[in-house]
Every structure is written in C-alpha cells, then in structure tokens.
C-alpha cells in the first residue's frame, strides 16, 4: 500500500514557474514507476510525465517540465517552467509497475494521490 500526497500549487503568471512535490509513505517506493498527471475541466486525465529507470515526458511539455524523484526522501517532484495558461489543470501523481509505452496510460497506475491545482494566468 502506497499514499501520496501532493503539494506545491498555486496560482502563477505566465512565464513562471513551479515545484509540485509528492510525497510517498511506505519503503517500496523506489521500487515504483513513477508518473504526473492532469486533468483540466471538462477535460479526460493527460500524462505529463513519468520516471522509473529513464523519464518520460508528453510533448506539449517536453523542454518545459523536469520530473525527478529523491527515493532517500520518499518524494517525487515536477519542476515546471515557463508555465502557459493552457497548464491550468489539477496534477496528480501516481504510483504503479507500468512499463514504457503503458506508463502514458492512467489505468496502468494503482495508487494516486489527491491532487493540486495549478492555475496560470495570462
């Protein structure tokens, strides 16, 4: 059994920039893919990005974002630059065994956390 919890959110200018962490109970952490989700309104849960012995990242923030993981801390990280309004959603991050391509796909991970919000003004 895995618990994250996310923080870091808020509400930022465009151009700006955050650090959304997730922090993990349990010491199995390390031995877990890693991914970021986020779900805007009215919009399906997109990946973002995800980590196990390499990264992986969706385009549209690819040169943007930099996932990270501290597995001495139990912590998961999304450094997120030069933020656009479009990356106004809830993230979330979640815990699974997925394998590349599967890791893109929400149902491939088991635990999740709650989420925090993101919103980027123009």
């Known amino acids: 059994q895995v618990q994250l919890v996310e923080s870091g959110g808020g509400l930022v200018q465009a151009g700006g920039s955050l650090r959304l962490s997730c922090a993990a109970s349990g010491r199995t952490f390390s031995s877990y893919v890693m991914g970021w989700f986020r779900q805007a309104p009215g919009k399906e849960r997109e990946f973002v990005a995800a980590?196990?012995?390499?990264?992986y990242y969706a385009d549209s923030v690819k040169g943007r974002f930099t996932i990270s993981r501290d597995n001495a801390k139990n912590t998961l990280y999304l450094q997120v630059n030069s933020l656009k309004p479009e990356d106004t959603a809830v993230y979330y991050c979640?815990?699974?065994?997925?394998?590349?391509?599967?890791?893109?796909?929400?149902?491939?991970?088991?635990?999740w956390g709650q989420g925090t919000q993101v919103t980027v003004s123009s």
């Open positions: 979640a815990a699974g065994n997925s394998v590349y391509p599967f890791l893109r796909v929400p149902s491939q991970y088991t635990y």
């Open positions: 980590i196990g012995s390499t990264s």
